[in-house]
């Protein structure tokens, strides 16, 4: 039963405008107080874990010869299988999840109908459709999984739409419209503009308002889907999406037809949404099942990152100096693999990037040890050894290549050459979230030549390295500074790190001098306990849940086992390690990390979203870093607890640098029918300004302490980057990604830099822009693709932001995926805007005018636009697109026709947005414009002077008024609601 408070709330919530889609994730139910409604999120959750289930107990019973690889349907998990998903899987599925829902938040995606089904542009959503499943084929046949898992939730969301928003379910079809992803399927024509589909419904159950002579020729049923709001207009007799967030059912013909959820008030056919979830589900799985077999079973499960071991990522300094370290790096890789081949445990894959001055890489990356440990056989340490070396650029590489949730360990004993890279590299450890350790080696105790190398260094600045202690701080990593002598001892926390199901219990900074005391907690389900202790200690007292104590540095028992090697302290717990409280009391000479890791499968992922209150509530991941300041949500998986374990997780504490309590933050259940995991959701009113980890609290089945720590360190800001737009990449031509760097504090300049991985970019910058106080300022970047290059080829774009003022920053890491262009049958599509018209008795007085976007949805790009009838003017502008703030459209020298002239687009706007004006006189109410593109595909759109539009735009405008009234009144009653 629902929460009381819950209950009031959504009720509350029943005056929001909604949505245009399924509902987008669990927040939605809440939001529309319909909890049997099944969401995006998890109809796409639920295929992706029987499906990868299924394929897992295939594989199994291949492996073991008894029976054949046939998917099982609709499966149950059982234990043996569902603990080999581990958290990798859940990581890789939320990637999926929240690329669906984000079509339903973006500006770019979230009010174009092609998207979503809608306006009956069911041809071109058909093809983009097609071009998301090339996308992600090509993404995974490159093993650019991230790319892949981006497209295919685009994919999945528009698909699940068709079922929701057209009327597929009412013709009384009950399989999938095979036609959509498979064109040489049969397909059902769609009713033309000057076809009526729907009558007049005046309540909120619209039942039997599909027009029932949808026939065309010789009988044949039509394919219709609802209009929402204004863009486009919606045709007098059409069918409107419905529901009280839609502006479009007030015309006729009034009512709807979507089946989004089990709400009245929000889905007029919601008597049909459980058919309509059913085929899209099944929809969803018979993707998977082809992406599946197109790729084979063992890729399929890569994608997915299923019982995938992290993996081993190096970044080596490859200079004259580096011989130890080298070596060392070597040893301890082979020693890895060594020890994991009994049981198969290797790592899913093997990186290695080198670099010196001025050469960086090339990446190696291979998923056989033995040609891992060739390669690293072949690694020299020659030349060099001068100060500094280019690092950055060497981790910027790494973390590009490694998968998400992996850590990264870099060997170098030089300071960064390319500081200025920092920003980008931060940034994508966090949107990754990867941990950077760095080995730190100074020897002056060495003989000839070397000792000359390291009497020149030791005049150098002490803060040299400061930048790799911040780096590691911050991602939850370690720096350690050692000898050449004990590199080999202390890369031992290589193997100590990267084994499947660590967690963290403890991490925390000291950066000076200081006397502290540090608590973690052991609980039932952890397994074994290590400790790192990376700086110079004076003592370290360790204390047991009992009482017990050990003084590390003088005992070798009761408690624990010591390694000690020069800047790294390893600290084993002895078994049986007692469950409950261990104090850790240290003094030390200078800045110290302390580390505390477990063995168990137990664990949490998050991310942090904000209430998106436009034409599709429910909660929108953060890009980038929250903002400060600001009501700020934080949705957390819970991984790992078994269904019989009746645990119960409380709250979510923010803990600052050195170990401080900055805010506790208490956890309601999302209300997710999802079973894949348990998943949280808190609400902090105020995002605090002080960088912090979070440490996750609560009861396991026996009542004992539960306890789990992320280690990364999040920095709230007071810039934001929004990302507007996700061009294709096309050998040969140039794309361009758009975005808004919004200012929520005083009036100031900041500066932008673009890097990536290709060496695409046009110019990286750094750029200055500047934004009023609370203001935004919209840039972009170009991107030139080169003729050889090859489909599937994945650009990850990192986009950094700093203002000169203070050290507020911010980051947007883009995607990319390069596609070859063929042979190109999508037609441009045109989508009317606005309509404003004077027109009187006398129509010679008046003038109307209506604006359009126009786009091509292929690879082609537009070529050409002209009248083809009517007497008017048209101007093509280039459109700056819809961002948060409302239409931004940026005149760029617009082209003017007038009457019927043919006007060609430039080249630089033909893969682009374009804006279309057309003004004509009253007595001249009627006109059609034809698009065409480079592929000569045409689109004939028909324009009017109709007041509509311009009503409609009313309509939407007061909507939007009570969305921020809404908003207003939930942060006051929040607080007593929950």
Same mark, same amino acid.
């Given at each position: 039963?629902?929460?009381?408070?819950?209950?009031?709330?959504?009720?509350?919530?029943?005056?929001?405008p909604?949505?245009?889609?399924?509902?987008?994730?669990?927040?939605?139910?809440?939001?529309?107080?319909?909890?049997?409604?099944?969401?995006?999120?998890?109809?796409?959750?639920?295929a992706?874990?029987?499906?990868?289930?299924?394929?897992?107990?295939?594989?199994?019973?291949?492996?073991?010869?008894?029976?054949?690889?046939?998917?099982?349907?609709?499966?149950?998990?059982?234990?043996?299988?569902?603990?080999?998903?581990?958290?990798?899987?859940?990581?890789?599925?939320?990637?999926?999840?929240?690329?669906?829902?984000?079509?339903?938040?973006?500006?770019?995606?979230?009010?174009?109908?092609?998207?979503?089904?809608?306006?009956?542009?069911?041809?071109?959503? %058909?093809?983009?459709?097609?071009?998301?499943?090339?996308?992600?084929?090509?993404?995974?046949?490159?093993?650019?999984?991230?790319?892949?898992?981006?497209?295919?939730?685009?994919?999945?969301?528009?698909l699940?739409?068709?079922?929701?928003?057209?009327?597929?379910?009412?013709?009384?079809?009950?399989?999938?419209?095979?036609?959509?992803l498979?064109?040489?399927?049969p397909?059902?024509?769609?009713?033309?503009?000057?076809?009526?589909?729907?009558?007049?419904?005046?309540?909120? +159950?619209?039942?039997?308002?599909?027009?029932?002579?949808?026939?065309?020729?010789?009988?044949?049923?039509?394919l219709?889907?609802?209009?929402?709001?204004?863009?486009?207009?919606?045709?007098p007799?059409?069918?409107?999406?419905?529901?009280?967030?839609?502006?479009?059912?007030?015309?006729?013909?009034?009512?709807?037809?979507?089946?989004?959820?089990? +709400?009245?008030?929000?889905s007029?056919?919601?008597?049909?949404?459980?058919?309509?979830?059913?085929?899209?589900?099944?929809?969803?799985?018979?993707?998977?099942?082809?992406?599946?077999?197109?790729?084979?079973?063992?890729?399929?499960?890569?994608?997915?990152?299923?019982?995938?071991?992290?993996?081993?990522v190096?970044?080596?300094?490859?200079?004259?100096?580096?011989?130890?370290?080298?070596?060392?790096?070597?040893?301890?890789?082979?020693?890895?693999?060594?020890?994991?081949?009994?049981?198969?445990?290797?790592?899913?894959t093997?990186?290695?990037?080198p670099?010196?001055?001025?050469?960086?890489?090339?990446?190696?990356?291979?998923?056989?040890?033995?040609?891992?440990m060739?390669?690293?056989?072949?690694?020299?340490?020659?030349?060099?050894?001068?100060?500094?070396?280019?690092?950055?650029?060497?981790?910027?590489?790494?973390?590009?290549?490694?998968?998400?949730?992996?850590?990264?360990?870099?060997?170098?004993?030089?300071?960064?050459?390319?500081?200025?890279?920092?920003?980008?590299?931060?940034?994508?450890?966090?949107?990754?979230?990867?941990?950077?350790?760095?080995?730190?080696?100074?020897?002056?105790?060495?003989?000839?030549?070397?000792?000359?190398?390291?009497?020149?260094?030791?005049?150098?600045s002490?803060?040299?390295?400061?930048?790799?202690?911040?780096?590691?701080?911050?991602?939850?990593?370690?720096?350690?500074?050692?000898?050449?002598?004990?590199?080999?001892?202390?890369?031992?926390?290589v193997?100590?790190?990267?084994?499947?199901?660590?967690?963290?219990?403890?991490?925390?900074?000291?950066?000076?001098?200081?006397?502290?005391?540090?608590?973690?907690?052991?609980?039932?389900?952890?397994?074994?306990?290590m400790?790192?202790?990376?700086?110079?200690?004076?003592?370290?007292?360790?204390?047991?849940?009992?009482?017990?104590?050990?003084?590390?540095?003088?005992?070798?028992?009761?408690?624990?086992?010591?390694?000690?090697?020069?800047?790294l302290? $390893?600290?084993?717990?002895?078994?049986?390690?007692?469950?409950?409280?261990?104090?850790?009391?240290?003094? +030390?000479?200078?800045?110290?990390?302390?580390?505390?890791i477990?063995?168990?499968?137990?664990?949490?992922?998050?991310?942090?979203?904000?209430?998106?209150?436009?034409?599709?509530?429910?909660?929108?991941?953060?890009?980038?870093?929250?903002?400060?300041?600001?009501?700020?949500?934080?949705?957390?998986?819970?991984?790992?607890?078994?269904?019989?374990?009746?645990?119960?997780?409380?709250?979510?504490?923010?803990?600052?640098?050195?170990?401080?309590?900055?805010?506790?933050?208490?956890?309601?259940?999302?209300?997710? +029918?999802?079973?894949?995991?348990?998943?949280?959701?808190?609400?902090?009113?105020?995002?605090? $300004?002080?960088?912090?980890?979070?440490?996750?609290?609560?009861?396991?089945?026996?009542?004992?302490?539960?306890?789990?720590?992320?280690?990364?360190?999040?920095?709230?800001?007071?810039?934001?980057?929004?990302?507007?737009?996700?061009?294709?990449l096309?050998?040969?031509?140039?794309?361009?990604?758009r975005?808004?760097?919004?200012?929520?504090g005083?009036? $100031?300049?900041?500066?932008?830099? %673009?890097?990536?991985?290709?060496?695409?970019?046009?110019?990286?910058?750094?750029? $200055?822009?500047?934004?009023?106080?609370?203001?935004?300022?919209?840039?972009?970047?170009?991107?030139?693709?080169?003729?050889?290059?090859?489909?599937?080829?994945?650009?990850?774009?990192?986009?950094?932001?700093?203002?000169?003022?203070?050290?507020?920053?911010?980051?947007?890491?883009?995607?990319?995926?390069?596609?070859?262009?063929?042979?190109?049958?999508?037609?441009?599509?045109?989508?009317?805007?606005?309509?404003?018209?004077?027109?009187?008795?006398?129509?010679s007085?008046?003038?109307?005018?209506?604006?359009?976007?126009?786009?091509?949805?292929?690879?082609?790009?537009?070529?050409?636009?002209?009248?083809?009838?009517?007497?008017?003017?048209?101007?093509?502008?280039?459109?700056?697109?819809?961002?948060?703030?409302?239409?931004?459209?940026?005149?760029?020298?617009?082209?003017?026709?007038?009457?019927?002239?043919?006007?060609?687009?430039?080249?630089?706007?033909?893969?682009?947005?374009?804006?279309?004006?057309?003004?004509?006189?009253?007595?001249?109410?009627?006109?059609?414009?034809?698009?065409?593109?480079?592929?000569?595909?045409?689109?004939?759109?028909?324009?009017?002077?109709?007041?509509?539009?311009?009503?409609?735009?009313?309509?939407?405008?007061?909507w939007?008024?009570?969305?921020?009234?809404?908003?207003?009144?939930?942060?006051?009653?929040?607080?007593?609601?929950?």
């Amino acid at each position: 039963m629902p929460h009381p408070r819950l209950c009031v709330f959504s009720c509350l919530l029943l005056l929001l405008p909604g949505h245009q889609a399924f509902l987008p994730n669990f927040w939605s139910q809440i939001l529309t107080m319909s909890w049997s409604s099944h969401t995006h999120q998890y109809m796409t959750e639920q295929a992706l874990l029987n499906v990868t289930l299924a394929t897992l107990g295939a594989m199994d019973r291949d492996i073991a010869g008894k029976g054949s690889c046939r998917d099982s349907g609709r499966l149950t998990a059982s234990p043996p299988l569902q603990d080999r998903l581990g958290r990798e899987f859940w990581h890789a599925v939320g990637e999926v999840v929240r690329a669906n829902a984000a079509m339903d938040f973006l500006s770019a995606t979230r009010s174009d109908p092609v998207y979503h089904f809608d306006s009956e542009h069911v041809e071109e959503a %058909a093809a983009m459709l097609r071009e998301f499943w090339v996308q992600t084929l090509f993404s995974v046949q490159a093993k650019k999984y991230q790319g892949a898992r981006q497209s295919l939730g685009q994919l999945l969301h528009s698909l699940q739409d068709f079922y929701s928003h057209s009327n597929w379910v009412e013709m009384g079809q009950r399989s999938l419209y095979l036609h959509l992803l498979h064109p040489e399927e049969p397909s059902i024509p769609v009713a033309s503009e000057d076809t009526p589909t729907c009558t007049d419904c005046y309540t909120s +159950s619209c039942r039997n308002n599909i027009l029932s002579q949808l026939t065309e020729g010789q009988h044949t049923p039509l394919l219709t889907t609802g209009y929402f709001s204004t863009q486009p207009k919606k045709p007098p007799g059409k069918c409107s999406h419905g529901g009280i967030l839609d502006s479009s059912r007030h015309h006729g013909a009034q009512g709807g037809i979507n089946k989004d959820s089990t +709400s009245p008030f929000f889905s007029p056919h919601h008597y049909l949404h459980e058919e309509a979830a059913q085929l899209a589900t099944a929809a969803t799985r018979a993707v998977l099942l082809d992406l599946r077999e197109a790729v084979g079973a063992s890729s399929f499960l890569r994608l997915f990152s299923v019982g995938q071991q992290p993996a081993l990522v190096f970044v080596m300094d490859t200079t004259g100096s580096m011989f130890e370290e080298i070596t060392a790096a070597r040893l301890r890789a082979l020693s890895i693999i060594r020890a994991r081949a009994k049981d198969q445990q290797q790592p899913s894959t093997f990186i290695l990037v080198p670099f010196h001055d001025p050469g960086v890489g090339p990446v190696y990356e291979t998923d056989n040890p033995e040609q891992f440990m060739r390669h690293m056989e072949s690694l020299l340490a020659l030349g060099g050894g001068d100060e500094p070396e280019m690092c950055f650029s060497a981790v910027l590489l790494a973390l590009t290549h490694s998968p998400p949730l992996s850590e990264v360990f870099v060997f170098t004993d030089a300071s960064p050459k390319d500081a200025h890279l920092y920003d980008a590299v931060e940034a994508l450890m966090r949107e990754k979230q990867c941990k950077v350790s760095f080995l730190l080696t100074e020897d002056l105790s060495s003989v000839g030549w070397r000792r000359e190398i390291r009497r020149v260094r030791q005049a150098l600045s002490p803060e040299r390295f400061s930048l790799y202690y911040k780096l590691s701080s911050v991602s939850g990593g370690l720096t350690i500074a050692t000898t050449n002598s004990d590199i080999q001892k202390v890369s031992a926390i290589v193997q100590d790190n990267i084994s499947a199901g660590k967690v963290t219990l403890l991490h925390v900074d000291s950066d000076s001098v200081s006397t502290s005391s540090h608590s973690f907690h052991v609980d039932r389900a952890v397994k074994s306990v290590m400790v790192h202790l990376a700086g110079v200690l004076k003592s370290s007292i360790l204390t047991s849940p009992t009482g017990r104590t050990q003084s590390l540095l003088e005992q070798r028992r009761p408690l624990a086992h010591l390694e000690m090697s020069h800047g790294l302290y $390893r600290i084993s717990l002895l078994p049986p390690i007692e469950q409950g409280t261990w104090r850790l009391h240290a003094e +030390s000479d200078g800045h110290i990390t302390i580390q505390a890791i477990g063995d168990s499968s137990v664990d949490f992922l998050y991310y942090f979203a904000v209430l998106a209150n436009g034409t599709h509530p429910g909660l929108a991941r953060v890009q980038g870093t929250p903002v400060a300041g600001v009501p700020t949500f934080l949705v957390l998986s819970i991984i790992g607890l078994s269904p019989d374990d009746k645990a119960s997780i409380s709250h979510v504490t923010l803990v600052g640098s050195r170990g401080e309590s900055l805010l506790v933050v208490p956890l309601n259940s999302s209300s997710s +029918s999802s079973s894949s995991s348990e998943e949280l959701v808190g609400r902090i009113d105020s995002m605090p $300004r002080e960088p912090f980890s979070l440490r996750l609290s609560g009861r396991d089945g026996r009542g004992n302490r539960l306890e789990r720590v992320s280690t990364e360190m999040i920095q709230p800001t007071h810039v934001q980057i929004q990302v507007l737009s996700i061009p294709l990449l096309i050998p040969g031509e140039t794309a361009m990604v758009r975005f808004d760097l919004w200012n929520h504090g005083p009036a $100031r300049q900041f500066t932008l830099t %673009a890097e990536d991985d290709h060496g695409f970019l046009l110019q990286k910058g750094p750029h $200055r822009l500047s934004a009023g106080e609370g203001g935004r300022v919209r840039g972009e970047v170009l991107l030139k693709t080169p003729n050889a290059s090859e489909a599937g080829e994945g650009v990850t774009l990192t986009l950094s932001a700093r203002a000169l003022d203070t050290a507020d920053s911010n980051y947007a890491v883009v995607r990319l995926s390069v596609v070859v262009q063929d042979h190109d049958a999508t037609p441009p599509t045109c989508l009317a805007i606005h309509v404003e018209a004077s027109c009187t008795a006398d129509c010679s007085r008046g003038r109307w005018t209506s604006s359009l976007r126009v786009v091509d949805r292929g690879r082609a790009g537009l070529a050409a636009l002209q009248v083809s009838e009517g007497r008017g003017n048209l101007s093509i502008f280039q459109e700056g697109g819809q961002s948060e703030g409302g239409d931004n459209n940026d005149l760029v020298e617009p082209r003017v026709g007038h009457g019927q002239t043919k006007l060609d687009v430039p080249a630089g706007l033909r893969g682009r947005a374009l804006k279309v004006s057309y003004t004509s006189s009253c007595c001249f109410p009627q006109a059609e414009l034809l698009v065409w593109d480079r592929a000569e595909n045409m689109k004939r759109c028909h324009l009017s002077a109709s007041q509509q539009g311009a009503i409609m735009e009313s309509t939407s405008a007061v909507w939007r008024t009570e969305i921020t009234l809404f908003v207003m009144l939930l942060s006051i009653l929040w607080p007593i609601l929950m």
